[in-house]
């Protein structure tokens, strides 16, 4: 297929497609990171993070327009506070789920997937009756959209690197948060041993609950970022959702490097197939290659090793 | 108008829409005077239908919850839309319209449960439903068991007919031939990069959309064909590729959620479309509002009908389904052929004489329609609807604006020969 071009014209294509890999490696992460956050970090397997996602989307949406309405001139910079009323938003509604369902669910992390499965739904029809069944566009600052000209023939989207530069913002304070903070000591005394942190002091009810709050808020964040590059729809969370809880699960549960290191292969291979095979078939075989991954190595590519 | 003239009508809208109905006398005009003569149920109604000396009961079937009801929620707008004006305009053989609506939930078993209840329960008279192939694959055999009548609104593959349903939307063959000829004609394109969500409809039609490139349009090839699953928000690969192979035209037929991805990732990927040519048949205004106008202006599409077509039974059209169903809505190609549904019935009724499904069925074939949004139609005896085809160019507004149309109406041609 390469025969026809000529050198330079291959060269640009190759700094692309890198490009769109490392896009689409951004873009996994930073869905990835909240429910790696809950899942790794609680064991509860939250199956309404896409609408956690879109709780955000819509967030920016309204934020959008009420910025339009109120002070237009705020308009190039609206995203800014939009992403941290997102933050807000599903966070808060993370903390409230985690009062009212999850918290009765711990000794039964089988259930917490039915009973978020259901809040997913409920999430869902709540959205529509609210926001309507349509689709809404979410319209963005001038200068998020289009390219940055690198050279005459290398385009690169701009919204692809305001996505980068987010994710490893974000990934550097989930870092810190967890590796550092005497907080992020507590979450991780818990994720240890519940009974013995409870012992020495710590609130694990509290833990626990800002520990969702995180992983949700995190989710809304991204949500409210992928209105860059996706749909605002009562169920376009559901686009998200197997992609992320791929990521997730062949990181390894319980690792957040396991997720990044997973995220950056599946994006990898699934872009480099794409480009010489079609859509489909680049998915097809990706997901194979994960499940043949899996059959020999269960525990995902990091297993943290905890006493039982 | 008085309500007493209104009895067989439970919507709260009612009061709100015949208000509306006043400014619109083109569809008015349509209708027959009203209890003129209203001929005996037993003479018009020989099998059992939900039929009165007053009333007359349909079914709505579409999804109103689920994924598709993004899409299906204006063709059921537009179906009841179209029953408060006929019911206004005198009702069918002098009976109102009363409607019984039911939820397909984007499951396909469920449009099958649900219109067998529909048909066996409730004797529907006559269902307006489905938007998607496989909904309608679902019911297909209840509504020929049970011997139903469909009005089926979405443009489709085609590769299907059946006595029980009548097809408003355009089939393949018609929506996808006269675009490739005009875009070869007046752009020159000589290379065409087709892509599409991986499923029945994007990959007939594409196979169609080949078939007529290679075989009938002069040194044209296809340089690049594609497809992604349902739901894929990733498209900077083959955008990369687009980018690559320089197609005069992407020829797309990307559907739901990905379409938003699609070409806002496009823009991003600098490929800006006042310079690069780009047909659809998936994108209609009702996607748009998704979209973001800004993110697509410049696109081509080729479909039948154009919210802003500019003739007298547009012009009544669009005000009237804005003052019922809000300003802000937007009226896409398959939520003018919904509303379509209602009206054809209503005719082949009056034509017939007869609620009787056979007499509908056998009485279809000719049936004309004046007051269409779109123009004029004609039901041709493959149930299909004969129809004019147009391009249209997308607006920063989200609106589109008549490039081309079809100097005749093009005939429906489900089992294309050569193309399959």
Known sequence: MFGDYSISDLGAILAMQGFAGLILFSVYVLMALGLAIIFGQMGVINMAHGEFMILGAYVTWMTSNAVQHVAPWLFPGYFFIAMILAFIASGALGMLVEWALIRHLYKRPLDTLLATWGLSLILQQAYRSIFGAREVGVELPEWMMGSWQATDSIQIPINGMFVMALTILITIVVFYILFWSSWGKQVRAVVQNRVMAGAVGINTEKVDRYTFGLGCGIAGIAGSAFTMIGSTGPTAGQLYIVDTFLVVVFGGAASLFGTIASAFSISQTQSTLEFFLSGSMAKVITLLTIVAILMVRPQGLFALKVRK | MSDETKPGLKSPLRRKLLMGMAALPAVSMLGRPAFADVPATSAVNTTGLAV?????????????????????????????????????????????????????????????????????????????????????????????????????????????????????????????????????????????????????????????????????????????????????????????????????????????????????????????????????????????????????????????????????????????????????????????????????????????????????????????????????VRIHENHHLWSKTRVGRAKADGQYELIYETADLVEPDPFPKGYQ
């Open chain 2, 52 to 376: 009165t000396d007053s009333e007359v009961t349909v079914g709505i079937l579409h999804s109103v919850t689920g994924t598709m009801a993004i899409s299906e929620t204006g063709s059921v707008e537009a179906e009841k839309l179209a029953i408060e004006q006929i019911n206004a305009a005198g009702g069918v053989l002098g009976r109102k319209i009363k409607f019984i609506q039911e939820d397909g939930a984007s499951d396909w078993p469920t449009f099958a449960e649900k219109a067998k209840k529909l048909l066996v329960n409730d004797k529907c008279a006559a269902v307006m439903g489905c938007w998607t192939s496989a909904s309608r694959k679902a019911v297909l055999p209840v509504f020929e068991q049970y011997n139903g009548m469909l009005y089926y609104p979405t443009f489709y593959e085609g590769l299907e007919q059946s006595k029980n349903v009548i097809y408003t939307g355009q089939e393949a063959t018609q929506q996808i031939i006269a675009g490739l000829d005009w875009v070869n004609k007046t752009k020159g394109a000589k290379s065409f990069y087709l892509l599409g969500s991986d499923y029945i409809w994007p990959r007939t039609s594409n196979k169609i959309a080949r078939k007529h490139i290679e075989g009938h349009l002069q040194g044209c090839k296809v340089v690049g064909e594609e497809y992604f699953p349902l739901g894929s928000t990733q498209f900077n690969s083959v955008i990369n590729k687009i980018k690559l192979t320089k197609p005069d035209v992407i020829y797309a037929i990307i559907v739901g959620g990905s379409n938003v991805a699609f070409y806002k990732q496009l823009k991003a990927a600098g490929i800006d479309l006042s310079k690069q040519t780009l047909l659809t048949i998936s994108v209609t205004e009702d996607e748009i509002d998704g979209i973001g106008g800004e993110n697509i202006a410049g696109a081509y599409a080729c479909m039948k009908y154009f919210q802003s077509l500019d003739n007298a039974n547009n012009k009544a059209f669009v005000p009237a389904f804005k003052k019922m169903w809000g300003e802000k809505t937007v009226i896409g190609d398959v939520t003018q052929a919904a509303y379509l549904g209602p009206w054809l019935w209503k005719l082949t009724v009056e034509k017939a004489g007869s609620f009787d499904i056979d007499k509908i069925a056998a009485a279809s074939p000719g049936v004309e329609f004046k007051g269409a949004p779109e123009g004029y």
